[in-house]
């Protein structure tokens, strides 16, 4: 069993930048890869980020593509989103992720591939 614990949401002005945290404990985590899901009002959830048990190999949404880095360090069993160049379609509640084996990228962007899910932290970005 793996609980997630997310950190760092909260109000930000179009074009700023915002940095999340997910801590993991139960199991180590470097056994697992990690992502990032969001949900925002009237919207199902949708996949923002993944990334590889070792940090190597990493995947986004075209639609945070070069705004967004997930990165990780197995070390404090955390993995982060640096979200920079905020847009007001950004507002969501945030969802950490952790799923069992080596990242796939055919199946990486689908909730299914994800065993485990924070509470999510919430992410408001005004005009």
């Known amino acids: 069993q793996v609980q997630l614990v997310e950190s760092g949401g909260g109000l930000v002005q179009a074009g700023g930048s915002l940095r999340l945290s997910c801590a993991a404990s139960?199991?180590?985590?470097?056994?697992?890869?990690g992502g990032w899901f969001r949900q925002a009002p009237g919207k199902e959830r949708e996949f923002v980020a993944a990334?590889?048990?070792?940090?190597?190999?990493?995947a986004y949404a075209d639609s945070v593509k070069g705004r967004f880095t997930i990165s990780r360090d197995n070390a404090k069993n955390t993995v982060y989103l640096q979200m920079n160049s905020l847009q007001p379609e950004d507002t969501a509640v945030y969802y950490c992720?952790?799923?069992?084996?080596?990242?796939?990228?055919?199946?990486?962007?689908?909730?299914?591939?994800?065993?485990?899910w924070g509470q999510g932290t919430q992410v408001t970005v005004s005009s």
């Open positions: 992720t952790a799923g069992s084996g080596s990242m796939s990228y055919s199946t990486a962007k689908f909730p299914q591939a994800y065993n485990y």
């Open positions: 139960g199991r180590p985590f470097s056994n697992y890869h």
């Open positions: 990334i590889g048990w070792s940090g190597g190999n990493t």
